[in-house]
């Protein structure tokens, strides 16, 4: 398991429900139906955990490897105004992200309209991937096009193929990478 996402995990982990006064009879919750492939309740959860274990929480504006400003989980210009010397805290930041994934789901809409076909890892991937390199390069990649076409293991190997930044390959590109083409290749 990687480090970095069981932490997010933890961090996102909801606390349990507050147990009841002693000789006050529980009632049985009902059981609840497994989310169906391709909810939005599924891609959102892997995604948040996704994307917030590759782009880390930094409560204050700071440039990234090639110079661009970025806070939080990776919130740029392109997501809100954002300026050194900006500051939020944890909670604030994920309610940015949280706010900010839809925003990207959108785009992968656009670029790959039977997206709610794919199983949840799937979609959770290439949102992840969009939110890192934007929905203009989503769209003209060769990801969206054997996607679109059916291969979908040609699509998500192609998602290796951006691994580079200002030029230059980066270590956590590449793992981000894999991670993401280890998940699109999941069919759960």
């Known amino acids: 398991m990687n480090p970095i996402l069981e932490f997010f995990r ?4 909801r606390p349990p429900p507050p147990r009841p006064a002693p000789g006050i009879p529980v009632p049985h919750p009902r059981p609840t139906p497994a989310t169906p492939a391709g909810t939005k309740a599924a891609w959102v959860a892997l995604a948040m955990t996704l ?3 590759w782009e880390g929480l930094y ?5 990234d490897p090639i110079g661009v400003v970025t806070v939080c989980y990776g919130i740029t210009n392109a997501d809100m105004k954002v300026k050194m010397g900006d500051r939020y805290t944890a909670e604030e930041c994920k309610k940015l992200l949280g706010d900010a994934l839809p925003r990207y789901d ?7 309209p039977k997206i709610d076909e794919f199983p949840p890892h799937r979609h959770a991937a290439l949102v992840s991937f969009t939110y890192n390199v934007g929905q203009g390069n989503l769209c003209k990649s060769s990801v969206a096009r054997h996607l679109n ?21 980066l270590k956590g590109l590449v793992n981000r990478r894999a991670q993401e083409h280890e998940w699109c290749l999941r069919s759960d």
């Open 10 to 13: 933890r961090l996102f982990r």
């Open 51 to 53: 994307v917030a274990g």
């Open 59 to 63: 409560t204050h504006a700071y440039r």
């Open 106 to 112: 959108a785009q992968v809409r656009k670029c790959i």
């Open 149 to 169: 076409a059916g291969r979908i293991k040609q699509g998500c190997d192609a998602l290796l193929l951006y691994n580079k930044a200002g030029g230059r390959v």
